[in-house]
């Protein structure tokens, strides 16, 4: 495929000494982290994935891409919306919400084409000034394996999520938190089967974020949601 378009995933910083059977002469060395998956996904659409390191300027990272994925990991720290935090089962990472919401900043000043997966969607939310529930444990799935289908979510009509995926879909379950509020100029567009909201989407802007994860379901290499950002990401090129 020529001219492949270049799509940034965002990681997680970590010391060597959290590496298992890591030498360690190396246990107070930074590390950063990123799951295949999301590069594959990118791959498997036709785009050239990206691991962002977390020590380079997002607005330098940004004139150099043409799409971003924001993938899954740890709470975003609840004071970044206003809130007093009410579990540590997952601490924030300070230095990833900094370069997460710049990223978003950025994004929004170019209008690169993001998709947003579990944390990432949150991220958004947030950055867009929503606000989350802070746990929700009836969602986690933390105890199944990643492809068990945990629910049906539903798609609203004449959404990108709708128009990619038909009326529903049946997706995992991998998260302990979701959108309380919505964001300013964010759309719900998809929601599971008691509410909570699973899919937003920018009214304006090529944005599209989820709450499961659809690079470690089987059904990675035919789905839509990479399809749609490398595409979107295409013609930003």
Request: hydrophobic share 35%; with cysteine; charged share 25%.
């Amino acid at each position: 495929m020529a001219n492949r378009p270049l799509i940034g995933i965002t990681g997680r910083r970590k010391k060597g000494r959290d590496i298992v059977d890591n030498l360690e002469v190396l246990s107070d060395f930074d590390v950063d982290l990123y799951y295949a998956d999301y590069a594959n996904g990118v791959l498997e659409a036709g785009g050239l994935p990206v691991h962002l390191p977390v020590d380079a300027d997002p607005v330098d990272l940004l004139d150099h891409l043409d799409g971003l994925i924001l993938p899954g990991g740890a709470d975003i720290d609840p004071g970044r919306y206003g809130a007093e935090s009410e579990t540590d089962d997952f601490p924030p990472e300070p230095t990833r919400d900094e370069q997460e919401l710049a990223l978003v900043n950025r994004a929004y000043e170019l209008t690169v084409p993001i998709l947003g997966i579990c944390r990432g969607l949150q991220i958004i939310n947030v950055y867009a000034g929503g606000t989350l529930h802070q746990d929700v444990a009836p969602h986690a799935g933390f105890d199944q394996p990643t492809t068990t289908e945990w629910h049906t979510v539903t798609f609203e009509s004449g959404s990108v999520l709708g128009g990619i995926y038909g009326a529903e879909r049946p997706v995992n379950s991998l998260h302990h938190q979701t959108i309380n509020r919505v964001g300013d100029g964010l759309r719900v567009s998809a929601r599971s089967p008691e509410g909570s909201i699973e899919g937003i989407e920018h009214t304006d802007l090529p944005i599209v974020a989820v709450q499961w994860h659809p690079e470690m379901l089987p059904t990675r290499p035919s789905d839509p949601l990479f399809t749609w950002l490398v595409e979107a990401a295409t013609e930003r090129s």
